[in-house]
């Protein structure tokens, strides 16, 4: 089944202790995308890769880090958890990011910093 | 500053009517748009998009209509459905980046 696979779904965690969430693609896609999704502020794009070792920046980058070493998976890092980035997560990838397909998104990661 | 805007946070539609959503845009640039619907603890999953060369898409139950001049488009649910309860985002990109604008969504309440 054609899936984007993220974990954990849930996460508690204190301000400044560093965690990864992990995502993961079965389609072979070359772009990927995280977002995150705050109430009134609806999906805001955080990072993105067009391929692999190829990231850029989204419009709220500010607190995460992304690595693109294989095609199949993108990892978001907070290396030091605020709680302003409490929020809910979502992975994506498309077959290609060229703004012209569809993205298929993973069933997201609700994050709580305390 | 909001590129894409949608203005209405929630709609209640009785089953069997017409569910308009609207979704506005800022960005002439703008050339790709999307809509994606999202039930509560599952990620969003695509509906219906349209290319600006376009004015109309249609598959099955649901059209999206695009007014460039006025940087305007809605997605036509008919007939609505007790199932169609979810929020729906729309999406704007330009084909020339990899950037992908959403909106703040709308959500749908169909009521049987």
């Known amino acids: 089944e054609a899936q984007v696979t993220q974990n954990p779904r849930y996460l508690i965690t204190v301000t400044g202790k560093k965690l990864t969430v992990t995502c993961s693609q079965n389609m072979n896609h070359e772009y990927m995308s995280w977002y995150r999704q705050d109430p009134g502020l609806g999906l805001r794009q955080i990072y993105y890769s067009m391929n692999v070792e190829v990231t850029d920046k989204g419009d709220v980058p500010e607190g995460y880090k992304v690595s693109r070493k294989e095609k199949r998976n993108f990892p978001l890092i907070l290396e030091s958890p605020s709680p302003n980035q409490t929020s809910l997560y979502f992975c994506a990838s498309s077959f290609a990011g060229r703004g012209n397909t569809e993205a298929f998104f993973g069933q997201g990661t609700r994050l709580t910093v305390v | ?112």
Not at chain 2, 78 to 83: C, K, M, R
Request: glycine share 6%; proline share 4%.
């Open chain 2, 1 to 112: 500053d909001q590129q894409v805007k949608q203005n209405s946070p929630s709609l209640s539609v009785q089953e069997g009517r017409i569910s308009i959503l609207n979704c506005d845009y800022t960005n002439s640039m703008f050339d790709y748009f999307l809509w994606y619907k999202k039930y509560p603890a599952e990620g969003p999953t695509f509906l219906i998009s349209i290319s600006s060369i376009k004015d109309k898409n249609e598959d099955g139950r649901f059209t999206v209509f695009l007014n460039k001049s006025a940087k305007h488009l809605s997605l036509h649910i008919v007939p609505s459905q007790p199932g169609d309860s979810a929020v729906y985002f729309c999406a704007a990109s330009h084909s020339g980046t990899y950037k992908y604008i959403f909106g703040t969504g709308t959500r749908l309440k169909v009521l049987a």
